[in-house]
């Protein structure tokens, strides 16, 4: 029986180790059936080779492990580079073939998968959306282990098997996710199983952890409550290794033990492949991370790829067929726990339990929406939402870098408690089901929502607009991880990864003023992404539950905390959304007064423009002024933006006056309109030593701003 589990593992692990080499090599006689030929070579050799033969030795054990425990499981690559190894793997239990039936077991399948890898868009030299099970492209490095924990997260009885190379172990992100484990409790909670790829070397240097023995290894992760395993590529050590995590499983399902694993897999660097190439050492070597010196092939090289390939005696892993032969097949475990299955799988069953379905949202605006005149933060409506959708289901979780406070919502941690262990002393109310997650890492709160999302459940990011910029490189990742995930259709429609901005510049310290997040945001408008402007509570409401609603996307709201006048009823507030923006006209308008369109974009903007327009309207009989006040970006796209002025295709005495940079916006206006001679106001980083001067002075977006440039433009215009 151990002589059967081994011999099928070592099967598993030389085919995907053929498969990956020559998916990166070959572009003719896949399978090696006669001598290979300089013609066989692709002419530019595309992708990794160097974390690839450890990704694969690990796949194979891991197989093993979820045979032994019929844990359902995600994998959570962290080397997106290494995606040859996946696409082997992935080939070899037959997912691939599942979604594709070109790429299926058989020598058309297999021609199809070496061939066309880096050419089709399917097979693309990082891992990507196009490929079943994967929740993370790995892109950017430092936020794997942190998605993994967020995939288990409230997820019973699910393993997140996590592989980062020693290389990303160095990141800040992956080293404050240690602490995420914290979050983790057993039964109620899935199970984490970290792997490092401990190769020795980065793309191009030494990596730091392979300098520390194992005793300081040792320690450090056992500070952790993570105990180590030290497993070098030799299949009897993965066996004892992978048994042993598998009875750790067992105790965590079963509340016994609290301790997760780390695989420590110390290897050479592109092991398996040659040891040297045009004379330099390749194997153990920086030079591995990628093809070293047969980047571009040679017929010098030909031997050398031959003798490679043929290490792996491929005609004892594939049938005359193509097919693998019945041993790889066996460490598989059955099809509905493979790796490439559970996304699909999972995602359907979660779904049942959203709290957040049409009818419910309907029910909710009408039971929090506020009276016209009324002054209420926008923020203690959102909290009363969060509430009220946790009581219907506590798979909801609201992730916050210590701010849900501060951030207006407390009510949120009153009632539902932080997430952590009750026998941690604490002021705050702590729960192992509480529905807040805080820890003052914005990196690991983002990477623990993408994976929380995109396993099948809901939840949302909060933080002070100054220090979301912090994430928006990850936002920019996970920007382009949709847009590939979007064009697949076999991909689950997931919740919208839902960031709300709070806490503005605007009423706060000049070291807390940044709206930088909105450049990267508002960069993109091509319906992945809507930034909600709300100018009051109904309308943070009504963005809100829209927000909900959405799926596949990036939505987020930028809303002040501070009490704000209502100014539209719940109906109203909707079309508003609906519409994009929302506009009020000051003065009767005849062919005889004075014209000014303001264009005013966020809930302080509005306030200002609103008491700017009505004294100017009562001071001035002569004067109209149109107020427009977009609610949602998608009124910024080309054929939209073309209806705010109606009629008006070449308006003037334009005011816009923003929340944030105005140059963002002078680009989206001038897209459609000649703005020359419009006037742009916002945040310039406004600073002054007198601190009894307002965010709004320093920076002339205030009422009294306004009221001056019109008056201005009022004076040059009589004078003329």
């Not at 924990?149 to 240690?178: H, V, Y």
């Not at 005696?313 to 066996?330: A, R």
């Not at 805080?438 to 099948?456: A, D, F, P, R």
Request: hydrophobic share 35%; net charge positive.
């Amino acid at each position: 029986m151990i002589k059967n589990i081994y011999q099928n593992i070592d099967y598993h692990f030389r085919a995907a180790n053929y498969l990956t080499a020559a998916q990166l090599f070959l572009r003719g006689n896949v399978l090696l059936r006669r001598k290979l030929k300089f013609d066989d070579l692709k002419s530019v050799i595309l992708g990794h080779w160097g974390a690839c033969p450890a990704i694969n030795f690990l796949y194979a054990h891991f197989c093993r492990y979820i045979q032994i425990t019929n844990s359902r499981s995600y994998l959570i690559l962290g080397s997106g580079h290494a995606v040859p190894a996946l696409l082997a793997n992935l080939y070899l239990e037959r997912s691939l073939g599942k979604i594709y039936p070109d790429l299926d077991y058989g020598i058309e399948g297999i021609h199809n998968l070496v061939c066309k890898f880096g050419i089709d868009p399917r097979l693309q030299t990082e891992v990507s959306p196009a490929l079943p099970g994967v929740i993370y492209a790995g892109g950017e490095l430092g936020i794997a282990l942190a998605c993994a924990i967020g995939s288990i997260l409230n997820n019973p009885q699910k393993t997140s098997f996590c592989i980062i190379g020693d290389g990303e172990f160095e990141t800040g992100t992956t080293m404050a996710s240690l602490l995420c484990r914290e979050f983790l409790t057993p039964k109620k909670d899935g199970f984490l199983i970290l792997a490092i790829n401990l190769n020795q070397y980065k793309m191009g240097s030494r990596s730091l952890l392979s300098t520390w023995s194992n005793k300081r290894i040792e320690s450090f992760f056992s500070s952790f409550s993570i105990q180590p395993f030290f497993c070098e590529l030799s299949h009897d050590q993965g066996i004892k290794v992978f048994s042993s995590i598998a009875k750790m499983y067992n105790d965590w399902v079963n509340g016994i033990s609290s301790k997760i694993p780390v695989v420590i897999l110390k290897n050479r660097k592109g092991a398996t492949g040659p040891k040297e190439i045009d004379g330099e050492k390749f194997v153990g070597t920086h030079r591995s991370h990628k093809v070293g010196g047969l980047k571009y092939p040679t017929t010098d090289h030909v031997q050398v790829v031959e003798r490679w390939l043929r290490s792996y005696k491929p005609e004892e892993l594939f049938q005359n067929n193509g097919f693998p032969v019945e041993g790889i097949e066996d460490n598989f475990p059955k099809e509905n726990l493979r790796i490439g299955r559970r996304l699909e799988i999972d995602y359907k069953e979660q779904r049942k339990t959203f709290p957040s379905d049409k009818k419910t949202l309907v029910r909710l605006s009408k039971k929090e929406a506020q009276k016209l005149g009324l002054s209420v933060s926008p923020m203690k409506i959102i909290g009363n939402v969060i509430n009220y959708l946790r009581k219907r289901s506590k798979s909801l979780i609201l992730f916050s870098p210590d701010e849900a406070e501060s951030n207006g919502l407390n009510i949120v941690i009153e009632r539902n408690g932080i997430k952590g262990n009750p026998k941690w002393e604490s002021s705050v109310p702590v729960h192992f089901d509480g529905g807040v997650i805080e820890i003052l890492n914005e990196n690991c709160c983002h990477g623990m929502l993408q994976g929380y999302i995109q396993t099948g459940r809901d939840g949302l990011y909060v933080t002070y607009e100054a220090f979301a910029p912090i994430t928006a490189s990850l936002i920019s990742q996970y920007y382009k991880f949709l847009k590939i995930s979007n064009y697949y259709k076999w991909r689950p429609q997931i919740p919208s990864l839902k960031y709300i901005l709070t806490s503005l510049g605007w009423h706060n310290t000049y070291t807390h003023q940044n709206p930088d997040l909105l450049n990267t945001l508002l960069s993109r408008t091509n319906g992945l992404v809507d930034v909600y402007f709300p100018s009051d509570a109904n309308q943070a409401l009504a963005c809100f539950t829209e927000m909900l609603d959405k799926k596949n996307s990036i939505q987020v709201l930028v809303v002040g905390k501070t009490n704000f006048k209502i100014l539209h009823s719940r109906k109203q507030a909707y079309r508003d959304i609906q519409k994009g923006f929302w506009i009020k006209s000051y003065g009767l308008k005849n062919k005889s007064q004075k014209k000014f369109y303001i264009i005013a974009i966020g809930d302080y903007m509005v306030k200002e423009a609103v008491d700017a327009c009505s004294e100017l309207s009562h001071r001035y009989k002569n004067l109209y002024i149109k107020l427009i006040a977009p609610v949602c970006s998608k009124i910024f796209y080309k054929e939209n933006l073309k209806k705010i002025f109606g009629k008006e295709t070449n308006p003037r005495n334009v005011i816009v006056v923003c929340t944030g940079y105005v140059n963002i916006f002078r680009g989206l206006f001038g897209a459609v309109y000649d703005t020359k001679n419009w006037k742009f106001l916002g945040y310039k980083d406004g600073f002054s030593l007198d601190q009894n001067t307002s965010v709004l002075e320093i920076n002339e977006v205030n009422k009294e701003s306004l009221i001056k440039y019109i008056k201005n433009q009022l004076h040059l215009h009589r004078s003329a």
